[in-house]
């Protein structure tokens, strides 16, 4: 087991573009979430799995944004004609009702 | 909803030395998680340590401990003999005991080894 896994590492995109990262949990996680961190923040919580359900969802998340788990695995963000404001290192997490494990990010950067 | 505040964008300290890092939280519940994390360059938060609300006993991990004050919210860390690798950003967070909420982060302080 490698840890939470994500990809791309960075994404450099332009304004209007659509970018999808994608999340590999941990193999037997059942808990996934997403979380948006920008400069100098915290990371702030945008969306919440168990196994394929969406359960919980941010005000943050809007509808230019959207998340799957299909099969309860994988997990992908999508985020539809990007704006400069959405430039953060995107983080994803999984749990087995305990500790939170995070991978290294995806790095947005919107021209 | 709960929020968290970390007050020290950044401190300094020089190695070897024990450093203090302040966290106040606000709650209105009576059971809960709180969490301290590390977020070095590379960009991976690592849990450095963890407490429960109903536990009494203030948690530590080797160098690293916690004084939990509940009826203060008041929830710092404190590293003992610092070393130049624990120069990172450390977070403060929150999880609601429910289980299924997301942790709530503070917006972090910026920890700074002098050799």
């Known amino acids: 087991d490698t840890g939470v896994s994500q990809d791309p590492r960075h994404k450099i995109t332009k304004r209007g573009q659509n970018v999808t990262f994608r999340c590999d949990p941990i193999?037997?996680?059942?808990?996934l979430y997403w979380y948006r961190q920008t400069l100098g923040q915290g990371p702030e919580f945008l969306t919440y799995?168990?196994?394929?359900?969406?359960?919980?969802k941010s005000r943050l998340l809007s509808d230019r944004f959207s998340a799957e788990r299909p099969k309860g695995s994988f997990s992908t963000l999508e985020i539809q004609r990007t704006e400069q404001g959405d430039s953060a290192l995107y983080l994803c997490?999984?749990?087995?009702?305990?500790?939170?494990?995070f991978g290294e990010g995806s790095r947005l950067t919107v021209l | 909803a709960q929020t968290v505040t970390q007050s020290q964008p950044e401190m300094s300290v020089q190695e070897a030395e024990t450093v203090t890092l302040s966290c106040t939280y606000d709650?209105?519940?009576?059971?809960?998680?709180l969490f301290w994390y590390k977020q070095p360059p590379s960009r991976q938060m690592i849990l450095v340590i963890r407490?429960?609300?109903?536990?009494?006993q203030n948690a530590t991990e080797n160098r690293f401990s916690v004084n939990f004050q509940k009826a203060a919210k008041s929830f710092s860390l404190k590293i003992s003999d610092s070393q130049l690798g624990d120069a990172a950003m450390y977070f403060c967070?929150?999880?609601?005991?429910?289980?299924?909420?997301?942790?709530?982060f503070g917006k972090g302080t910026h920890l700074i080894i002098q050799p």
């Open positions: 407490q429960e609300a109903y536990k009494q």
């Open positions: 193999s037997e996680h059942n808990r």
């Open positions: 799995f168990q196994n394929e359900a969406q359960l919980e």
């Open positions: 997490g999984s749990s087995m009702a305990g500790e939170l494990f």
């Open positions: 709650t209105s519940e009576s059971d809960y998680y």
């Open positions: 967070a929150y999880r609601s005991s429910g289980g299924a909420d997301g942790l709530t």
